[in-house]
């Protein structure tokens, strides 16, 4: 494999790697939010949220807890859990490539 190319797939690694990062932080940063009862009406509040339910969109409401806290954790964590697992698999995956 020549420099140029091992150089590449670290560094197309490395963008894997900050994206799911970033998802994750997301997702996990929405479930704080929610636990500790943000305010809604404001505007980070409400990026990060639009943010989150669009990353878990898949993952939303997927479990049916009674408690709203015990689903908003499932569902975001798990698509955080998700995210980070499969980001840090592929550039694993890249960089052995």
Avoid: C
């Avoid at 797939?9 to 929405?30: C, P, R, S």
Wanted: glycine residues 4%; positive net charge; charged residues 20%.
């Amino acid at each position: 494999m020549s420099p140029v190319h091992k150089q590449r797939t670290t560094e197309a690694a490395k963008v894997v790697v900050v994206i799911a990062d970033v998802m994750a932080f997301i997702l996990a940063l929405w479930v704080l939010m929610d636990l500790l009862d943000a305010n809604r009406a404001n505007d980070l509040v409400q990026v990060v949220h639009d943010s989150a339910r669009w990353l878990a969109s898949w993952s939303h409401d997927l479990f049916t807890f009674d408690e709203r806290w015990a689903r908003v954790v499932a569902g975001y964590g798990l698509a955080a859990v998700v995210y980070l697992v499969a980001g840090h698999f592929l550039a694993g995956r890249l960089r052995r490539h």
